[in-house]
């Protein structure tokens, strides 16, 4: 059976001082990977229960957590949620996207590749730990190229409408 290696704790704080000092994100690859994890776990829950369903005007933000794997797990949701019925669950009204859609906000993070917008308009919204290193030196001008092939709408999209929703006049 393979086993993980042990995590070296003073080396991984050393690790983590140097890359500050070279002005370079501090996490390490396995908590990048896997950090979303909690939050998709509890959305999920959140989806499936018909919190939203019997909360409509509820919105979560999931921030600094990174955002390319909210496409497949949007897709896993909808199969699950149109299985529920033969799971023993009640079946949603809607499918589970659309409460996604109306009610989760996702931030892409810097660092990461850029999320295709196209295929979830109303979920990826804008979000920067400006002026920490974590969060880039140009996050808005980062986040303007990536969407340059997009339409004007979705640029308007992501950086205001999807968070008017989460933070309502």
């Known amino acids: 059976m393979a086993r993980l290696p042990e995590l070296d704790v003073e080396e991984t704080v050393a690790e983590a001082e140097r890359a500050l000092r070279r002005g ?8 990048r990977a896997t950090r979303h994890l909690g939050a998709g776990t509890f959305v999920s829950a959140m989806v499936l229960g018909g919190v ?3 909360h409509p005007h509820l919105v ?3 921030l600094e957590l990174g955002a390319s794997w909210v496409t497949g797990w949007v897709r896993r949701l909808d ?3 149109a299985s529920s019925r033969a799971m023993g669950l009640r079946p949603l009204p809607q499918g589970a996207s659309a409460y996604v859609r109306r009610n989760v906000r996702v931030a892409p993070s810097c660092w990461e590749e850029p999320v295709d917008v196209r295929a979830l308009p109303d979920v990826f919204v804008f979000g ?3 002026p920490h290193p974590e969060g880039g030196r140009t996050p808005v001008d980062r986040f303007l190229r990536c969407l ?3 339409a004007d ?3 308007e999209a992501f950086f205001a409408r999807n968070a008017a929703t989460l933070l309502p006049a």
């Open 24 to 31: 370079r994100p501090t996490m390490p690859p396995f908590d």
């Open 52 to 54: 939203f369903q019997r």
């Open 60 to 62: 979560v933000g999931v």
């Open 79 to 81: 199969a699950m949620a």
């Open 128 to 130: 920067s730990d400006y």
């Open 148 to 150: 340059t092939r997009h």
């Open 153 to 155: 709408d979705a640029v």
